[in-house]
C-alpha cells in the first residue's frame, strides 16, 4: 500500500496564504483523485476540494487543490487567511480497492 | 439536501457486540460506495472500508479487516459498521462518508470494563 504525508502543523497570519503539502510515497500521485478535508475541533469533517481541484458548493474560492506530478505531491491552497480557517487539514486518494489519508495538519491562524 | 445520520453514542463493555448504523436521504442511495472512517482520541482519520449499496460488495483496510463488518440495508437506506467483540482500543468516534464529498456527524463508541 502507499502512504500520504503532510506537515504536522503550519502557522500563518490573517490575510495570508498557506499552502498544504501531500506528498505520495509510491505510485503516481495524478492516477488517483486527491480529496482534502478540513475538521474543525470537536466536529466532524467538511470536504473543501475533491477529485485534485472541485471545490464543493458552499466553499470559497479561498481554498483551492493542485497537482505536481514532479514532486508526487498535492497542495492545498488557502488565500485570504480567516481566523476560523484555523483546523486540521487532511489529504486522502485510494488505490484499487484502498482509501488512504495523510497523518493531517494542523493549520493555525495567528 | 444530501444527509447522513448516524446513531447516538454508545458505551460498552469489552467482548461485547455492537452495531452502529448511517442512514442516507437526499441521493440516489445505491449510487455512491458508503466509507467508514475512524477517529482515535486526539489522533487523525484512518479508513475502515466501504460498501457497494448497489450490490452489498465490501472492500476492507488491511488495518480492520476481519475485525470489523460492514453492511448495508437497501430497504432503509442505511449502512453498518458491526463489532462482534469490543475492545478497549476501539474507543473512537466513527464517521460514514459518501462520495468524498458528504460526512455523517459522527458515533463516539466507549469501551470501558
Known amino acids: 500500500n502507499f502512504m500520504l504525508t503532510q506537515p504536522h502543523s503550519v502557522s500563518e497570519s490573517p490575510g495570508k496564504t498557506v499552502i498544504i503539502s501531500c506528498t505520495r510515497n509510491?505510485?503516481?500521485?495524478?492516477?488517483?483523485?486527491i480529496q482534502w478535508y478540513q475538521q474543525r475541533p470537536g466536529s466532524a469533517p467538511t470536504t473543501v476540494i475533491y477529485e485534485d481541484n472541485q471545490r464543493p458548493s458552499g466553499v470559497p474560492d479561498r481554498f483551492s487543490g493542485s497537482i505536481d506530478s514532479s514532486s508526487n505531491s498535492a497542495y492545498l491552497t488557502i488565500s485570504g487567511l480567516r481566523t476560523d480557517d484555523e483546523a486540521d487539514y487532511y489529504c486522502q486518494s485510494y488505490n484499487l480497492n484502498n482509501n488512504v489519508f495523510g497523518g493531517g495538519t494542523k493549520l493555525t491562524v495567528l | 439536501e444530501v444527509q447522513l445520520v448516524q446513531s447516538g453514542a454508545e458505551v460498552k463493555k469489552p467482548g461485547e457486540s455492537l452495531r452502529i448504523s448511517c442512514q442516507g436521504s437526499?441521493?440516489?442511495?445505491?449510487?455512491?460506495?458508503i466509507s467508514w472512517v475512524r477517529q482515535m482520541p486526539g489522533k487523525g482519520l484512518e479508513w475502515m472500508g466501504k460498501?457497494?449499496?448497489?450490490?452489498?460488495?465490501?472492500n476492507y483496510s488491511p488495518s480492520f479487516q476481519g475485525h470489523v463488518s460492514i453492511s448495508v440495508d437497501r430497504s432503509i437506506s442505511t449502512a453498518y459498521l458491526q463489532w462482534s467483540s469490543l475492545e478497549a482500543s476501539d474507543t473512537a468516534i466513527y464517521y460514514c462518508?459518501?462520495?468524498?464529498?458528504?460526512w455523517g456527524q459522527g458515533t463516539l463508541v466507549t469501551v470501558s470494563s
Open positions: 460498501v457497494d449499496p448497489s450490490d452489498s460488495k465490501t
Open positions: 509510491s505510485g503516481n500521485i495524478a492516477n488517483n483523485y
Open positions: 462518508e459518501v462520495g468524498s464529498s458528504y
Open positions: 437526499g441521493y440516489r442511495f445505491f449510487d455512491y460506495w
